[in-house]
């Protein structure tokens, strides 16, 4: 039987505040434990919370990207389960109004584009953390990320493979950094998402029984965990069985799924409004006042690169799903004045760079003024593309600009036809049995060999002759041998 | 000079006739020789109430001392005090100390007050008797075998024995209100959000109000001026300009149209009291009052909505109690939910664990329409209620209590019984509306009170009337035999 995957996502977005959402305690990553728990985080007796308005203003933000209706009354509820990392013992969340209604957001894959239906958006806050290594059998709690904000993006079951469920976090992921209420950070947790995967024969209306598959804190594990957890639903279905409703555990080292907890054991949440915080009211001024500072989205800029610099959809759409690297391109762009040179740096060089040394585009230790003035160098054959590479990698060891290091290294290209000329009439003197197979060949297979004598030109010029120049040289002159 | 009234004491400081010091001695002598009759203290803080004594006193000898400056005080043992015990009556709490003042307790001290103790109460403020204090029950003055009413028994046995010139107290359903009127003193109970509740332990955040407990109308007005106000830290406190609540006691009540509900006069009051009522009602005539006859339709309703309502928000505000990072902890439990459970069993008492009970199921899945829902529904109705009145009259005026104080151990097997007590107070707090209780009168040696209540933020009114009753009046002054 054909079977179709049906896909839904929770994307739990950390706001980018400086403060929490109910109190005044910092948000920052990586302090000591309980460092960063204020009264109202240990949930002292006593202690109320009062809403930090940033982390509306940033949610709102959200929703305008998504072009939501945004909720005029938005309502905090009390999620009430027991967990030692849940210091009130209730969660703080919204859920009959929250502030961010029916969105949408579109995405393209190889199988076309697809329009991803968001049902709502919701402001929460986070957990502390329990950690359970080094404490002799005991728990240890750290309560410093409790009460960070969240919005909780909650999409509808609107995606059929698991490469669009990953180009769908992409998305929510170019957008909220982007707006930069997120920075993005999907190994500190700074956005975690939640698959709900279910399977049905093909051409069937009704949904199958869905799995929840918890905490994915990548893109790649997404498409993994969800293509695991869809074989497995294969599997069950055609061996006879049936898929219970139930949350599980993505093991990515094992690369397999395993269940959590079933529906029978949920939670009864025992949701109310909190009576300690009052609705919150927003008018079209102020929701007015929040578009107006909206910077530019990735589906606008990557519609600006493909019209202003006439980028291909993929490197437009590859360029602007990161704030940081669209900012870094265009600078680029501003410093070379060649934008599709540009691209294929950024893309390239550079993200290969970056990659292997798992560093971010923000910390990246060649600037794109640096970038831009390499390129440069290359657009007035100054010297060649694999020169470049070259200085370059200088570049991004040593420091320096594109100019010092050509005339430190003296890796300025060679294009003096005369002294060309030399070098090739040496190599063709020293390559006779060569020049005799070039002479005995074909005319049309002779083009295949020039690139021996290529080689050989550059060796002797230390790669510094205009590639452009050595090759119409050296087909002049060996084309005039065969005469 | 313990029987003197905080605004007499407050003179006596300003003249000189009396220190800061000797007075607070006075009266830690006095609650060290007879509280053992009262239990009305559960901690005192002698070596705090002299420092704080000898301050004041310096700050007087140097020309800064206000209205209040060393004035003692007694907070019900709910306020968070910083470095002292608040065990809100509970074993959970017994050995937590508040790393912060609640801001009704900072105010207190900025204002310069002298902290005597931390005052008896019922476990977590549930309960109108005072006998589910973990601390054992209050006794009242009057008749030592009577409860002082709850929850602020102990604050009102305190005021009414002369071991405290006045007290804080909070009020959820009348827990300010009838205490008042079982002991023979004034309480008020201020609109909803007229006094930060931050630090002061939650019960049912929506009902929570502090407010004053004193001999009369006239120091529970000196007291408001220091308590009221909005507080940042708690949303829901109310951002309206605070009066000056002494500035009208003295206004005459001419043409005040006061309005009394046919409901409160009914079979479910003693006659007694009803007597002493109507008593109270020929006075304000007297003083150039009109009465009319009102209707409350819904007040029976109050007993159920109040039971629903309170019971679920305290379900979840008591949750935050798990032996994880504060109070009470089990010893070695065998796992977290070993942890959970024998924590709670053991940490809470019975009245606790029984609405703690009723609340989580009342939001339970398949039951929060018919219950939660329900009740919201109906403490909307009975605020339409009192709307309607206040279009015809300016103050309502009944009994506060059905009985006078009950014998201790009498209603224990009968919380219902217990529960029809405050069918008089808990509407108020559903409405969020501001009440007194004003002693009108004793019933076979009992005192008993009348309680005004109050359009929203009309405390100034209130107490204006409250005081021109106690200038013809003197029930205010009288007290329990050898006191």
């Known amino acids: 039987m054909e079977w179709e995957t049906v896909i839904g996502l929770e994307i739990h977005v950390q706001l980018s505040t400086q403060t929490k959402i109910f109190s005044g305690a910092s948000t920052a990553f990586g302090a000591e434990p309980n460092t960063q728990a204020c009264a109202v985080d240990l949930a002292l007796p006593g202690t109320l919370p009062v809403f930090n308005e940033n982390a509306q203003r940033m949610a709102i933000m959200f929703g305008l990207a998504i072009n939501a209706e945004i909720g005029k009354r938005a309502v905090f509820e009390r999620k009430n389960y027991f967990y030692p990392d849940l210091p009130k013992g209730y969660q703080t969340t919204q859920l009959e109004k929250p502030v961010v209604g029916e969105g949408y957001v579109d995405i393209t894959t190889d199988d076309g584009s697809r329009r991803v239906r968001i049902h709502h958006a919701h402001l929460e806050e986070d957990a502390g953390k329990s950690l359970h290594e080094d404490f002799h059998g005991m728990s240890g709690i750290d309560l410093n990320r409790a009460g960070t904000p969240l919005i909780e993006i909650v999409s509808e079951p609107d995606m059929r493979t698991s490469k669009e469920a990953s180009e769908y976090a992409r998305k929510v992921h170019a957008i909220v950094t982007t707006l930069g209420i997120c920075d993005g950070n999907m190994a500190e947790g700074s956005m975690r998402c939640d698959c709900n995967v279910s399977i049905r024969p093909k051409g069937q209306e009704e949904y199958g029984t869905r799995t929840e598959l918890k905490n994915i804190n990548s893109f790649r594990f997404i498409e993994r965990a969800i293509d695991t957890e869809v074989a497995r639903q294969i599997d069950l279905i055609e061996d006879g069985g049936t898929v219970v409703q139930e949350t599980r555990l993505y093991d990515p080292d094992r690369n397999e799924t395993r269940s959590m907890r079933s529906k029978e054991d949920a939670n009864d949440y025992r949701y109310f409004p909190c009576p300690d915080l009052l609705p919150v009211v927003v008018d079209d001024e102020y929701v007015e006042a929040i578009r107006a500072t909206l910077p530019e989205l990735p589906d606008a800029r990557r519609e600006r690169f493909i019209s202003e610099y006439s980028l291909s959809e993929y490197d437009a759409g590859v360029l602007s799903a990161y704030r940081p690297q669209a900012d870094y391109y265009e600078a680029v762009v501003a410093a070379s004045k060649d934008a599709k040179l540009a691209a294929n740096w950024v893309m390239g060089e550079l993200a290969k760079n970056l990659n292997a040394n798992d560093t971010d585009i923000k910390e990246s230790p060649v600037n794109a003024e640096q970038l831009g003035g390499l390129l440069q160098r290359i657009k007035d054959n100054t010297i060649s593309g694999n020169i470049a590479k070259k200085v370059f990698e200088h570049m991004w060891s040593e420091g320096g600009t594109a100019d010092e290091i050509i005339e430190a290294k003296g890796l300025k290209q060679v294009t003096d036809t005369g002294a060309i000329e030399k070098v090739i009439d040496e190599v063709i003197a020293n390559s006779t049995s060569q020049v005799e197979q070039y002479k005995a060949a074909e005319p049309d297979k002779r083009g295949k060999m020039i690139g021996f004598f290529m080689g050989q030109v550059m060796k002797a010029t230390g790669g510094k002759a205009n590639p452009g120049a050595v090759t119409g040289l050296l087909k002049k002159k060996l084309d005039a041998l065969c005469d | ?483």
């Open chain 2, 1 to 483: 000079m313990h029987t003197k009234s905080l605004t007499e004491l407050a003179a006596d400081l300003a003249s000189g006739a009396v220190s800061s010091t000797e007075l607070t001695q006075a009266y830690l002598d006095r609650i060290a020789a007879l509280d053992s009759q009262y239990n009305s203290f559960i901690t005192t803080t002698p070596e705090i109430a002299l420092a704080q004594a000898k301050a004041a006193d310096e700050a007087r000898a140097a020309g800064q001392a206000g209205t209040y400056t060393g004035l003692p005080i007694a907070h019900k043992d709910l306020f968070c005090t910083e470095g002292v015990r608040t065990s809100c009556g509970s074993k959970m709490l017994d050995n937590f100390e508040s790393p912060y003042d609640a801001t009704v307790v900072a105010k207190f001290k900025a204002a310069g007050a002298v902290m005597l103790g931390k005052t008896n109460m019922d476990e977590f403020a549930m309960g109108s008797s005072n006998e589910s204090s973990f601390y054992g029950a209050s006794r009242n003055p009057w008749d030592t075998n009577r409860v002082p009413g709850g929850s602020s028994g102990g604050s009102a046995a305190a005021v009414a024995a002369r071991l405290t010139p006045a007290a804080t107290g909070s009020d959820t359903g009348g827990s300010i209100r009838q205490p008042a009127a079982l002991c023979g003193i004034t309480g008020i109970k201020p609109t909803y959000g007229r006094v930060s509740r931050y630090g002061m332990v939650a019960y049912a955040s929506s009902l929570d109000q502090g407010g004053p407990m004193a001999q009369s109308a006239e120091d529970c007005a000196l007291m408001l001026n220091v308590m009221a106000g909005f507080d940042k830290m708690d949303s829901t406190s109310s951002q309206r300009d605070v009066e000056d609540y002494s500035a009208k006691l003295n206004d005459s009540i001419s043409g005040l149209r006061i309005g009394v509900p046919k409901e409160y006069m009914s079979d479910d009051l003693d006659p007694l009291i009803a007597e002493r009522v109507q008593a109270g009602i020929k006075e304000l005539e007297k003083l150039g009052a009109t009465v009319k006859e009102i209707s409350l339709p819904r007040t029976r309703m109050s007993i159920p909505a109040y039971y629903i309502i309170a019971p679920a928000e305290a379900s979840s505000n008591l949750s935050r109690f798990d032996g994880v990072r504060y109070g009470h902890r089990c010893e070695n439990p065998k796992d977290l939910m070993d942890l959970y459970t024998r924590t709670r069993k053991e940490g809470f008492g019975a009245e606790v664990k029984r609405r703690i009970m009723v609340g989580t199921y009342a939001l339970c899945a398949g039951y929060y329409d018919a219950y939660y829902n329900k009740a919201q529904q109906i403490r909307r109705l009975i605020q339409q209620d009192f709307l309607a009145a206040f279009n015809e009259v300016d103050l309502i005026l009944g009994p506060t209590t059905p009985h006078p104080a009950f014998k201790i151990g009498e209603k224990n097997n009968d919380p219902v019984s217990m529960y029809m007590e405050d069918i008089f107070t808990l509407s108020l707090n559903l409405a969020g509306l501001p009440g007194m209780s004003v002693p009108c009168g004793t019933v076979e040696g009992l005192p008993v009170g009348m309680q005004l209540i109050g359009n929203y933020f009309d405390e100034a009114r209130l107490l204006n009337v409250a005081h021109q009753f106690q200038q013809v009046t003197d029930w205010h002054k009288q007290t329990p035999a050898g006191i």
